[in-house]
């Protein structure tokens, strides 16, 4: 099943220029989409990406959320994807302490996302913001899924955010595309061949989260 969420339509852009990419996403990797034109740009759990070209921005979620955010005056945009709220303090629990600047953390992909977006051309009363994923794909763990879910939920209200769309919770994966330029998403649910595969990479990844919290990412998808 897709799921297509419409911002206000705009003209598309001239095209890509890579002169303009936005410093410090240069590293990653964009590939060209013959059948829509686009240059797409996949990001990786602990990975965020904003632009103001007409691109598209492509995620694999399981338990994972991503909030697209986008300024339909500026026409800017980018999306994260992280998988867990906020790193845990000593005693096991989900706590204040931020793990260095990493985004694989709710709690700093969503302030590293809206600064990013600001400083590409956005305003902050401006933003509308989209948010997927959060599925329990992990069924013999705590519900990972609904804590982000919550999560970016209480984030956007505190930070008065406007949360404009949602396609959250469930039990199947999703495939996320996000048009910055535009505000435009477009969801895919994966059947249960790739959420067994997901669960399997998801569990890999949150070991490496709980021996290396700070330092270093691990490529899933």
């Not at 240069?26 to 103001?52: C, D, Q, W």
């Amino acid at each position: 099943m897709t799921v297509v969420m419409h911002a206000p339509s705009a003209p598309g852009a001239a095209g890509f220029d890579a002169r303009r990419v936005v410093r410090g996403f240069e590293h990653l990797r964009r590939f060209h989409e013959p059948n829509t034109g686009h240059m797409s740009v996949k990001i990786l759990p602990g990975e965020y990406y904003a632009t103001a070209q007409d691109e598209v921005i492509t995620t694999v979620l399981g338990s994972c959320v991503s909030a697209c955010i986008h300024d339909p005056d500026a026409r800017v945009g980018g999306m994260n994807h992280f998988m867990l709220p906020e790193p845990a303090t000593n005693g096991g629990r989900w706590g204040d302490t931020a793990a260095g600047r990493s985004a694989r953390y709710g709690s700093d992909a969503m302030e590293q996302l809206v600064n990013t977006v600001l400083k590409a051309g956005g305003e902050r009363g401006r933003l509308r913001v989209k948010i997927f994923g959060g599925g329990r794909i992990l069924a013999q763990m705590t519900d990972i899924g609904k804590r982000n879910i919550d999560f970016v939920r209480e984030y956007l209200q505190a930070e008065s955010l406007s949360l404009t769309a949602e396609d959250v919770g469930g039990t199947q994966p999703r495939q996320v595309r996000f048009y910055p330029f535009s505000g435009r998403v477009q969801v895919r649910r994966l059947d249960r061949v790739a959420d067994t595969g997901l669960a399997d990479r998801e569990r890999r990844y949150l070991k490496q989260l709980a021996n290396d919290p700070i330092k270093g990412e691990v490529e899933l998808f």
